[in-house]
């Protein structure tokens, strides 16, 4: 929307966030295969874990701050390649 005046021009922005699911492609080459399972293995916690550590925020996937078997499992239904 632009509203205008007599010495000024306001434009105003309506912007979406999406809040998609994370697609387990970590490398962003196409599919997900087990380059991107080595990659959340580096990552990995384990049962109990109660946050993510540096930089690995990307592998949660059920986005619960924590990397464990939830994460791992959706990782592995997600498999695509080789």
Known sequence: M???GPNYVYY??????????????FDSDGDVDLRDVAAYQNCFEGQNAD???TGC???DLVTD???DVH????L???????
């Open 2 to 4: 632009r509203d205008s």
């Open 12 to 25: 105003r922005f309506i912007t979406k966030l999406s809040l998609a699911p994370r697609d387990a492609d």
């Open 51 to 53: 946050t993510c550590g």
């Open 57 to 59: 925020d990307e592998f």
């Open 65 to 67: 701050h924590s990397l």
């Open 71 to 74: 994460d791992y499992t959706l």
């Open 76 to 82: 592995l239904d997600r498999l695509t390649g080789p």
